[in-house]
């Protein structure tokens, strides 16, 4: 049977990772190019969005990261949870 139209799909149960799940919601450029011309990191080196997670989160919360325009509120869900499920690579 067809899942209902407008329902939320469930989900995942697994810890989010910034391969598979963080990395690829950082676009070449603009996201990255910035933050390597301007910033003090690269948005796809681990080590770097790992360290800085809390710093990024509260730019993406208040929608100047990335520079062309917010993160929509799932993104921004997405990174926050994978803080939250301890910032596995």
Do not use: N, Q, Y
């Amino acid at each position: 049977e067809p899942e209902p139209i407008g329902e939320t799909p469930p989900i995942p149960t697994t810890p989010l990772s910034f391969a598979a799940d963080i990395r690829p919601l950082f676009r070449d450029s603009p996201d990255r190019d910035s933050m390597l011309k301007f910033g003090p990191f690269d948005l796809h080196r681990f080590e770097d969005v790992r360290d800085h997670a809390d710093s990024i989160l509260a730019t993406l919360e208040a929608g100047s990261m990335p520079c062309d325009g917010g993160w929509p509120p799932d993104r921004i869900a997405t990174f926050r949870r994978w803080i939250d499920d301890g910032k596995r690579p």
